[in-house]
């Protein structure tokens, strides 16, 4: 028997809870196994970049696959490369193993089972009139998934980072009984045929999708950096770990309330209005973690009000190119917007571990989001209310 649509939307949140949780809790691992195997955080933060740059490249490819051998098969292939990657470095502790395992092969799982196909996914099975709240309390399931990680990590490191590394890997096998049921599914019956629009220029001279890609770029720098960084960040300010899991578990939190907030706000404004928006507020938050002094209370106050914020800018961003590209071609430049935010990963997550090494801060990297965070807010301004049927981008 089918499962109805509003089961498909709790799938595919649980299946976006462990694609997010199980990669942004790796962060908790770093200052453990930098000090046990004496790496460094640069070696160790180069791995995660990488991760974040394959999950990039992965993305996209992962769609065009889907068309040629089935969703399913592709994102069964991305879990099982996803739970390899992650319990390699338990079972084999070299920079080799970390490189390859949480680096390469976490990269291609993550990259294969995330947003772009499981967002298609919910579009396909979901009737129109629910259809963005659907997106939107799907993409939360992210934020779902990072409070029960940061909760939960912490207390597997205590053990040893090898039995939290192992553990991450096994919740990764849940992927595939998820994804069995709702990647099975029809595309909903009845559904509007949609417009499809003129093709007359390549996607990347379109200004729609380089705003929506450079706004990714930016949100990519934030999460990646402050996913990766927040636990040693909290170290080297002299407080707990455990303050830098309960601001993630924040942000978690109050992402499932934004995620799905901004989601459904996007159906009413124009959604490139709403990315400045957030922009603009995370430029703000970012600067005064340089101008205050680090404390429990300024941690929670920065995961609260970013929480807001968080994934909030996937429905939105996921709506701009439906309205602009098209539901039958969302999956893939879905993916290739997505490409840039990882990008963006790369680099806050490698630069953060530099930067932090050669000058023993992180403020240079703070300062940077903020001004990133500026400049993506900039860059919506010119995007059109309405999108222009005629100056559809070519695809190929």
Known sequence: MQLNWKAAIALAALILAINTGARQALGFLLPPMATTL??????????????NLVFGLTAPLASRLSDRFGTLSVFLVGSLCYTAGMGMTAL???TLSWMLGAGVLAGIGIGATTFPLVLAAVSRVVPPAHRGLGLGIASAGGSMGQLIYSLITPLLVLIDWQTAL??????????????????????????????????????????????????????GVHVAFIATHLPNFVVACGLPLNVA??????????????????GAWGGRRHPPQLLMLIYLCRAALVMAMVVLPPTSTLLYTF???????????VPLTNQAVGLYFGQKRQAFVFG???????????LGAW??????????????????????????ALVHWPVRREPKRASQPQLA
């Open 38 to 51: 004496e790496w460094g955080m640069g070696s160790l933060s180069l791995a995660l970049a990488v991760q």
């Open 351 to 376: 630069g953060g571990g530099v930067v932090y090494q050669m000058t023993g801060s992180y403020d240079l990297l703070w300062i940077t989001s903020a001004v990133f965070g500026v400049l993506a």
């Open 92 to 94: 084999w502790p070299t």
């Open 166 to 219: 192992l553990a991450l890997a096994a919740s990764c096998l849940l992927l595939i009984p998820l994804a069995l049921p709702l990647l099975r599914r029809p595309a909903v019956e009845n559904d509007i045929p949609e417009e499809v629009p003129t093709i007359t220029c390549p996607l990347w001279q379109d200004r729609r999708f380089l705003a929506l890609a450079g706004g990714f770029f930016v949100c």
């Open 245 to 262: 899991g309960n601001t993630l578990a924040i942000i978690g939190a109050l992402n499932i309330a934004g995620t799905i907030a901004f």
């Open 336 to 346: 290739m917007v997505l490409a840039a935010h990882q990008v963006g990963a790369f």
């Open 303 to 313: 995961g609260a009000i970013m929480g807001m914020l968080w994934l909030s800018t």
